[in-house]
C-alpha cells in the first residue's frame, strides 16, 4: 500500500485538492512515510472530508452491505468451530480456523474503513444458518456444514464482483475490495476442495456452468448462488471455440466468475437471517 503513490494519483486528478486540505502537500508526505497501515483508512477518510465535504453515500453504501455479508461468514464460520465434533481434527480445523480468522479481519477492516470514511458501520444482524429450515443439519453434519460454506463463498465472490464499479471514485477503497474479493475467492476453492476430500461428489475449485454441485433439500433455494454463471460471453465475444480453439461451452463458463447484483445477493442471503 503506497501512500504516496495515492497522493501523487490524487493530484493528477485534483491539482488543488491539497490547497483545500492543508495547502501544504510536503506535510502529507511525510505524514504518509510514518503513518501505520492500520491508521490509513482514517488519514484517507480526513483527506477527502477535509477535500470535498463528505464521501460519496453510494461508496459506503456499499461497504454496509459487503460488511452485512462478511458479518454473515464470520458468524457461521465461529458457530462451526464452536460446534463440538463437527469439523475433523487436523488439515479440515486448521483451513477453517484460518477462514474464520480472514472473516473477522474483514469485518474489522470493513468497520474501520466505513467509519473514517464518516459514515456508520451497520451491526449485525441475526443469522438462521438452517436457512429456515432448508440445512437443519448445518452445525451437526459436516457435508451440509461444508455444502452451506460453499454457497456462502460462491455469493461472496459475485456479490464484490457487482460492486466494483461502484467503488471506482476511490481507488485505495476499490483496492482494498478487490484484495477481498480475491480471498473470498480462495476460500471458495478451499471449500470446495475440502467437499471433494469428503467424497461430496466431484466437484472442482471452480464453478462450471450453473451447477452447484449440492444436493438435499436446500439444493433448489440455493440454485440462485449459481443462476447466470453458465454465461460464455465476455465483452460481447464468444469464448466458446474461440479462435477455432475448441473451446467448450462449460470450459468457457468456468473461465469467468459473473457478477450479482444487490438485489440477488439479498434474495440469496433472505432465508439465512432473522
Known sequence: MNFPNILNEIEKIDPEVYERTSGRRHLLKSFSAKVAVAA????????????YGQIPAAITDVLNYALTLEYL??????????????????????AINTIATHETAHVNFLKTTITALGDTAVASPEFDFTGGGLFPDVFTSYAAFLAVAQAFEDTGVRAYKGQFIKLMDINEVLAAALNIHSVEARHASQIRQMRKNNSQSNVKPWITGNQSGIGGTGS??????YNGEENTMQD????????????????????FDEPLSKEEVLSIIDPFLV
Do not use: H, W
Not at 220 to 225: E, G, S, Y
Open 236 to 255: 460481447f465475444i464468444q469464448v466458446t471455440n474461440i479462435n477455432g480453439s475448441g473451446v467448450t461451452a462449460e470450459t468457457a463458463s468456468e473461465c
Open 220 to 225: 433448489a433455494a440455493i440454485q440462485a448462488v
Open 40 to 51: 490509513l483508512p482514517f488519514a484517507l477518510g480526513s483527506l477527502f472530508k477535509k477535500a
Open 73 to 94: 461468514e464470520a458468524a457461521f464460520y465461529t458457530q462451526g468451530l464452536a460446534s463440538t465434533g463437527l469439523i475433523p481434527g487436523g488439515a479440515a480445523t486448521t
